[in-house]
Every structure is written in structure tokens, then in C-alpha cells.
């Protein structure tokens, strides 16, 4: 059961791809179990990367309903996320590109759960209406200037060349009580060859508290459009 604070982070990591799906304690941790039928039908994240080699969670309680939640997250311009830290990152992801003399594009809006195509290689996956939206990606995730790959939906489930990385995200949108939500942000990230996932391997060790801190800022930016929604 979800507890129903009013702000609540959990974050986990699953370092062994192919494991069961991740169920949440009464302490917030999320844990990934083995073995165990699950009756509910699959979530659509489950359907595009069911075996992954990491996973990040972050959920949050919202004081609106589930349909003013959903719009929210789903209409979402990631540009505008409350927290000098996000801009931080962003200017120092750029910075490779900028030593290379390469240019740099910022964009005025980022919709990544509305239409594919907002960043390179970074589709939208799926969606099931008022509930779950699903948007990912492959790449070279660990280099300092990313290979970005085009796909299309249908395509992302089973690609599996070497020398890439996958990542697939949704926010999921579940009631929690009259006109109370919990909206969750799960990323999850797999690789296509031994040598790919140990880079991604020593990369998430350093990026991983920051990743944890960008779901969470952009959890309460959401939550604060979802509330002015109610």
C-alpha cells in the first residue's frame, strides 16, 4: 500500500536485468522480486523494457483527482522545472559539445510525454489515457557526447544490436483517495552487450543521485500544475 504523506521519495536500483517487477514496501522502498504472479495487467513501461539493468522510482502524493494529475504529467514542458540544479546539469551535459565547437541547441520546450522527436532520439512509446504515458530513448548514454539512435515505437521492444543503451520512462497516474493521486516517474535503463552495460555500469554509479534528484524536482513541478488544475 502507498502511504499517503504528502511528499514522499523512493528511489532503487536493480543491478540484474530480466528480474520480477518492482513492488513498493510500507517503508517507500521499491523492491524487485522474483517469482511472484502478478494478476494486474502489465503496465505499458513493462510491455516496451520488461529486463533492464537499472531502475530509478520516484512517487509523489498530489491533492488533486486523478484526471487533473494525468494532464499534468502529460502536458508537461520538462523546460520548465522548478530547481537551479536542473539548468545546472543541463549547461554541463552541453559542455563536450562546446569544447568541440559543435553547436548547441536549447530548446524553448520539452513535451517528451506528448509527441516524439522533442530531443534526438527520444520517442513516446505509448500511452493508456488518464493513466500512464511512456517515452524512451537509445543511445550511447555513458559517452560524453551521446549517439543518439532512431527508432519507432514498434521497433524499440526488440531492438538489440550491440553497442547501445536503452532507457524507457512513464509517469503513472493512480488515485489515492478522493481527488488525491499518486503520480510516479519511473526510468528505467538496459544495454545491448557485456562491454555497453559495464560502461553504463560505471556511469549511472556517478550520475545516479543526480538522475534521483531531477525526478524529483520535475515530480513537484508537476504537482504543483496538477494542483492548480483541482
Not at 187 to 210: E, G, H, K, N
Request: net charge neutral.
Amino acid at each position: 500500500m502507498i502511504e499517503t504523506s504528502s511528499e514522499r521519495a523512493t528511489r532503487a536500483v536493480d543491478t540484474n536485468p530480466g528480474r520480477g517487477r518492482g513492488q513498493v514496501n510500507d517503508t517507500g522502498t521499491t523492491l524487485v522480486t522474483s517469482n511472484i504472479p502478478d494478476p494486474a495487467p502489465l503496465n505499458l513501461l513493462d510491455v516496451h523494457l520488461p529486463s533492464y539493468d537499472v531502475v530509478l522510482t520516484e512517487h509523489l502524493v498530489i491533492n488533486a483527482d486523478t484526471t487533473s494529475t494525468f494532464a499534468a504529467a502529460k502536458n508537461f514542458d520538462f523546460m520548465t522545472t522548478k530547481s537551479p540544479l536542473v539548468t545546472m546539469l543541463m549547461t554541463a551535459r552541453s559542455v563536450p559539445s562546446r569544447l568541440q565547437r559543435r553547436p548547441v541547441v536549447t530548446p524553448q520546450s520539452l513535451m517528451l510525454a506528448q509527441e516524439s522527436g522533442a530531443l534526438p532520439g527520444w520517442l513516446l512509446l505509448g500511452e493508456a489515457p488518464g493513466r500512464e504515458v511512456v517515452f524512451g530513448a537509445v543511445g550511447t548514454f555513458w559517452k560524453p557526447d551521446i549517439d543518439w539512435l532512431d527508432l519507432t515505437a514498434e521497433q524499440f521492444a526488440a531492438f538489440d544490436e550491440p553497442g547501445w543503451g536503452k532507457i524507457a520512462c512513464h509517469l503513472l497516474v493512480r488515485p489515492d483517495g478522493p481527488k488525491r493521486s499518486v503520480l510516479s516517474y519511473e526510468c528505467r535503463t538496459a544495454t545491448t552487450d557485456p562491454v555497453s552495460q559495464a560502461q553504463m555500469a560505471r556511469y549511472w554509479w556517478l550520475i545516479r543521485p543526480f538522475v534521483a534528484y531531477v525526478l524529483r524536482a520535475v515530480l513537484r513541478t508537476m504537482r504543483g500544475n496538477a494542483e492548480a488544475r483541482a
